[in-house]
Every structure is written in structure tokens, then in C-alpha cells.
């Protein structure tokens, strides 16, 4: 039933108005009243936050807020990769035959995920999936340092991410909307895959002014002009409302570190070495 309802449910209009709800300038004590709400729900740690409770203008300025740089230190190790995001480690392991793994006995293709040229570049190569829940921070952090040429975007449905969506959506995260970010070093290829879901109003870009749910199907490979130089950690999206980072290396390209399924992660922390500096 639940599935069906879901099935049914228009989640791309429903998510845009959500967004466009999320975007209202509400009065300042009715908005502050509902952000230490959603806060005491999901024990967020609004102190982190760079603003003062006083500062949101709206319930979207909230979710996407800033933190204090102290709060989410960067590995400094030239060789390490990082967390992107706060989040859960979903998956992670092996792309075997183009397949990668969404739950227990679900696989999905990386040909349908990222595109054939795309996939080529990680044939045989690791991937990890990281959730982010309603609770977690939302702006999205390059794992390493390199340069972005080039990025492209999939249109698609809107499936929520959560454990009922991994569970009963065959290919989900290949289904639902998608913003792939192909960040380069002298060595090696990452890709960082941005995905949509249920209730995300929008993925924003720091480096290019599309977004996402853009209400019409289409499919973007696009240059970045001139290409962006990054630092590992630095900002580069964010999504509004919460969703899935899935992190693509290439073959031989990552020593990975401490992945546990379910384990809680913050942005900054340490996946695993790279194999390729």
C-alpha cells in the first residue's frame, strides 16, 4: 500500500512546492519556534551553526545553513579522501560488471547511474553510498582535492532514499534525479553523485547555476568554464531537504579505511587513502 501510494504520488510537483514552502519568509517567533521544534525532533546541534537561531529567513536558510569551520575539521593527511557530507554509510564495496550495490540482493547498473562515458571511467573501480537523514548537515564538500572540467545532469523521479525506498525500488538511485560532478587530479577520477529524492526541493551547484527538478525531462553534460580549482573540503552544493551522496573511484585508485555499513559519518572524516596522489 505504502508503495503504491508513493507509485502515485506526484513527487516532483510535491517536492517543488515543498521546496517553494520552505522558501516562505515566515515571521521571525513562528519561525524560530518551529526550528527549535524540528531541532528537539532530530537533535540537531544548532549551536554548530554559524548563524544565530535569530538569523534564518526562512525554514530553507535553516536546513542549508553554514557551520563553523571548527566544527567539521578537514584530515589533513595529503593522502586521505573524505566524507563529503554528514551522513550514514549506506553501501559501499566493488563495481563488478558495471554493477553496483543498493541493499542486500539489490544491484543497480553505473551505466544507468552516471552515463556510458562516465561509467567507463570507473569500470572495475569502488563506490561508496552515503545517506543523509532530515537530521544531518546538508551542503555537500569535495572528498579530495582536484579540479572540476565538467558535470552532468539526469531529470528523473523523486523516490525518497530512506531505507523503505533502498528496499523496494529496484534502481532507485538510477531512477531518481541526479546531478554527477566529475572532480580530476593528475592521476585519477572521482565522481561525486549528487542524488535526489522526495520532499528535495532543489540540488544546488556552487559552480554552475542549474538545479535540479527543473519540472521538464532532460539530460545536461555540460563544461565548467573555467574550470574550478578545489581544495579537499571545500564547499561544492548543497541539497534542500535531505538525500544520497554515492562517491565513484576509479580501479585501484582508493585504500579504503573504516568502513562500517550504518555508521554514522560527519564531513571531514576519513574514508580512505588515496592510492593515486
Known sequence: MRYLF?????????????????????PSPILRSFIRIY????AVKLDEAKKAIGQFKTFNDFFTRELKPEVR??????????????????????IKNDLLVQTKGIYYSSIDLVGETY????KNGFF????????????????????????????????????FGVRNVGGLFSLNERIV????????????VKVGATVVGKIKLEYSDLSSNRGEAS???????????????????????????????????????????????????????????
Open 73 to 94: 575539521p578537514i584530515d589533513d593527511q595529503p593522502d586521505s579522501i573524505v566524507s563529503p557530507v554528514d551522513g550514514t554509510i549506506a553501501e559501499f564495496g566493488e
Open 219 to 277: 539530460r545536461f553534460h555540460l563544461p565548467v568554464f573555467p574550470p574550478k580549482n578545489y581544495k579537499k573540503g571545500d564547499e561544492i552544493g548543497r541539497f534542500q531537504l535531505g538525500s544520497t551522496v554515492i562517491l565513484l573511484f576509479q580501479n585501484g585508485s582508493i585504500n579504503p579505511e573504516n568502513l562500517v555499513r550504518n555508521r554514522k559519518i560527519k564531513m571531514g572524516e576519513i574514508l580512505g587513502k588515496s592510492l593515486s596522489v
Open 119 to 122: 561509467a567507463a571511467y570507473f
Open 128 to 163: 561508496i553510498t552515503l545517506y543523509l537523514s532530515p537530521a544531518d548537515y546538508h551542503r555537500i564538500h569535495t572528498p579530495i582535492a582536484g579540479v572540476l572540467k565538467e558535470f552532468s545532469y539526469f531529470s528523473g523521479n523523486l523516490w525518497p532514499v530512506n531505507d
Open 39 to 42: 531541532c528537539q525532533f532530530y
Open 181 to 192: 560532478s566529475l572532480i580530476e587530479t593528475k592521476k585519477t577520477k572521482v565522481a561525486l
Open 6 to 26: 508513493l507509485k502515485l504520488l506526484p513527487k516532483n510537483l510535491a517536492s517543488r512546492m515543498l521546496g517553494a514552502l520552505s522558501d516562505i519568509k515566515l
